[in-house]
């Protein structure tokens, strides 16, 4: 357990409408990321946060928006779903040692 | 662009069997190489390697990275049941300033351990 939870855990939700999904952790780290995991793809980077208000894009970032007010909270919006963002989605922290922990994921279908 | 291959992409073997999983990358520039084991759920840390020749050991699970050749291996030895995961490889590449964790995967090696 590396003291990050997510949430929704499982949502269905349909194409055009917005998301939101959370991720809260325990711990004060200054990096999260969030990862989706699709099959054939592996797990890819969609934006990550080195501190308070300051984000960056990952590999997928596109239709994808973060936002991080406080240490403990990193969000990832969909502003518009679409069924190719069907996929579970992974936040993660670094600690000091630089490698990553995940969250237990939050599985999202688009229909 | 950063690429990370595993092989094999699945493997069955029997309780006791001695398994080898590798994953051999291509980056621009390298910081680090990660395994990780997942089940069911999340992905959870194995060992991360920094430096040639060295091996990492966890009770009966053990790795070794090759930077010359750009590979590394993940040996499991004594195989059990609760070994049955998907083994994922990742790379950190060293793009400096705040670009820490951006992992690049491979498509992970899904190994089944029957008893």
């Known amino acids: 357990d590396a003291g990050i939870t997510q949430s929704p855990r499982h949502k269905v939700t349909e194409t055009g409408t917005p998301v939101t999904l959370r991720c809260h952790q325990t711990?004060?780290?200054?990096?999260m990321y969030w990862y989706r995991q699709d099959p054939g793809h592996g797990l890819r980077l969609i934006h990550y946060?080195?501190?308070?208000?300051?984000?960056d894009k990952g590999e997928v970032s596109d239709g994808y928006s973060v936002s991080r007010s406080k240490t403990e909270d990193f969000l990832l919006t969909l502003e518009s779903a679409t069924s190719s963002q069907t996929s579970v989605y992974f936040c993660?922290?670094?600690?000091?040692?630089?490698?990553?922990?995940f969250g237990e994921g939050s599985r999202l279908t688009v229909l | 662009e950063d690429k990370v291959v595993q092989s094999p992409l699945s493997l069955v073997v029997h309780e006791g069997d001695t398994v080898t999983l590798n994953c051999s990358y291509e980056?621009?520039?390298?910081?680090?190489l990660l395994w990780y084991k997942q089940e069911k759920k999340a992905p959870t840390f194995l060992f991360m390697l920094?430096?040639?020749?060295i091996e990492k050991k966890s009770g009966r699970l053990s790795s070794i990275l090759d930077k010359k050749e750009l590979f590394s291996i993940l040996n499991i030895t004594a195989t059990q049941t609760g070994d049955s995961a998907v083994y994922l490889c990742?790379?950190?590449?060293?793009?400096?300033?705040?670009?820490?964790?951006?992992?690049?995967f491979g498509q992970g090696t899904i190994l089944t351990v029957h008893p």
């Open positions: 990742a790379v950190d590449p060293n793009a400096g300033g705040t670009s820490y964790g951006k992992l690049t």
């Open positions: 711990e004060n780290h200054r990096y």
């Open positions: 993660a922290i670094s600690r000091d040692s630089l490698a990553l922990f």
């Open positions: 980056v621009t520039n390298f910081r680090s």
């Open positions: 920094t430096s040639s020749g």
């Open positions: 946060s080195y501190g308070v208000k300051d984000t």
